[in-house]
C-alpha cells in the first residue's frame, strides 16, 4: 500500500520494507526475511515496477529481518547496497550485532518468531560487497535520502529521511509495536545492543522535518517526529513490566 508520496510498504504485518520512486528509478529501504523475496516482487508490480528498476538497496541495521533478500537483490537487479559503517562488518560476514530481547516472551512475540523461522530470519545472508555511509550523508538514490545516525538497537541504526515526501523511515530506531507486549503506538524496540543508548538516540529524529513516521515494524504514524519521539519515550519506563501474555 502506499503510505506516502510514492513510497509503498511491503509487509505482512511483521516487518515492513518500502519501494521509493523517482522519475521511474527504485530504492529499497531494507529487505525483509529471506523468505520474503514473492512480497517484493508484488510491490514492484503494484507501482508498476520491476526488479531492473531497482538503483540501490538502503539497510537501517544489520539483522536478518531487514536484510533477508539484500543480496538477491543486489545481484539480481542488478543494484547498490548501503548500510551505516558501523554495522557494515556484520552485513558483509553475515552476523548478527550484539544484543537481544530485555524483557519476557509473549504469545505475540513467539507468534513472531515462528513467522521468522518459516521465512529464514535465523540466518542473515551475507552481503558480498556494499557501501558504507555516515551520519549527515545525503545519498545520491532515488528519492535523495538523507541519514540520521541513531545507534542503540544496532551501532549502526539509522533513520533514513525524505525529506521532499514528508517521510522518516525509522528502521527499527523507533516502532510502532512492541512484538513483546503487544502494545501499539511509538516505542522503542525490545531488541538491542544498547537500550539506553537507544532510548538516548531518539533525540537524533525529534526535530526531522516529516509528517509520517513510516517504521520496520507497526503501522504508520501520522505526526511528526517529535510526537511520536514523546510517546515513545513516555513508554519507556513499561520496558521491565511483565510481558502480557494475551
Known amino acids: 500500500m502506499q503510505v506516502a508520496d510514492r513510497i509503498e510498504r511491503v509487509s505482512e504485518n511483521i516487518v515492513n520494507f518500502y519501494l521509493v520512486e523517482d522519475t521511474g528509478?527504485?530504492?529499497?529501504?531494507?529487505?525483509?526475511?529471506?523468505?520474503?523475496?514473492?512480497?517484493?516482487?508484488?510491490g514492484l508490480s503494484r507501482i508498476g515496477r520491476t526488479l531492473?528498476?531497482?538503483?540501490s538497496v538502503v539497510l537501517t541495521h544489520a539483522h536478518s529481518d531487514h536484510v533477508g533478500i539484500a543480496e538477491r537483490i543486489r545481484t539480481a537487479a542488478p543494484a547498490e547496497a548501503l548500510i551505516h559503517e558501523a554495522d557494515l562488518e556484520y552485513l558483509l560476514a553475515g552476523k548478527r550485532p550484539?544484543?537481544?530481547?530485555?524483557?519476557g516472551f509473549s504469545r505475540r512475540l513467539l507468534s513472531t518468531l515462528a513467522y521468522g523461522l518459516r521465512k529464514g530470519a535465523?540466518?542473515?545472508?551475507?552481503?558480498?560487497?556494499?557501501?558504507?555511509?555516515?551520519?549527515?550523508?545525503?545519498?545520491?538514490?532515488?528519492?535523495?535520502?538523507?541519514?540520521?545516525?541513531?545507534?542503540?538497537?544496532?551501532?549502526?541504526?539509522?533513520?533514513?529521511?525524505?525529506?521532499?515526501?514528508?517521510?522518516?523511515?525509522?528502521g527499527d530506531t523507533l516502532v510502532t509495536i512492541d512484538f513483546v507486549t503487544g502494545r501499539a503506538g511509538?516505542?522503542?524496540?525490545?531488541?538491542?545492543?544498547?537500550?539506553?543508548?537507544?532510548?538516548?538516540?531518539?533525540?537524533?529524529?525529534?526535530a526531522l522535518p516529516a509528517t509520517v513516521i513510516l517504521p520496520g515494524h507497526g503501522e504508520p504514524f501520522p505526526g511528526s517526529p517529535g510526537r511520536a519521539v514523546a510517546l515513545a519515550r513516555a513508554a519507556a519506563p513499561d520496558r521491565h513490566r511483565a510481558a502480557d501474555a494475551r
Open 25 to 42: 528509478r527504485v530504492t529499497v529501504v531494507d529487505a525483509g526475511m529471506p523468505g520474503n523475496w514473492g512480497l517484493l516482487v508484488d
Open 98 to 103: 550484539p544484543g537481544g530481547t530485555e524483557r
Open 186 to 206: 511509538p516505542v522503542v524496540s525490545p531488541f538491542n545492543t544498547d537500550r539506553a543508548q537507544a532510548i538516548a538516540s531518539l533525540s537524533r529524529l525529534e
Open 122 to 170: 535465523l540466518r542473515m545472508p551475507p552481503v558480498a560487497e556494499a557501501r558504507a555511509f555516515v551520519d549527515g550523508d545525503v545519498l545520491d538514490l532515488p528519492g535523495t535520502p538523507s541519514v540520521a545516525h541513531a545507534p542503540g538497537h544496532t551501532p549502526g541504526a539509522c533513520a533514513l529521511l525524505f525529506a521532499s515526501r514528508g517521510a522518516l523511515l525509522t
Open 52 to 55: 531492473a528498476d531497482i538503483e
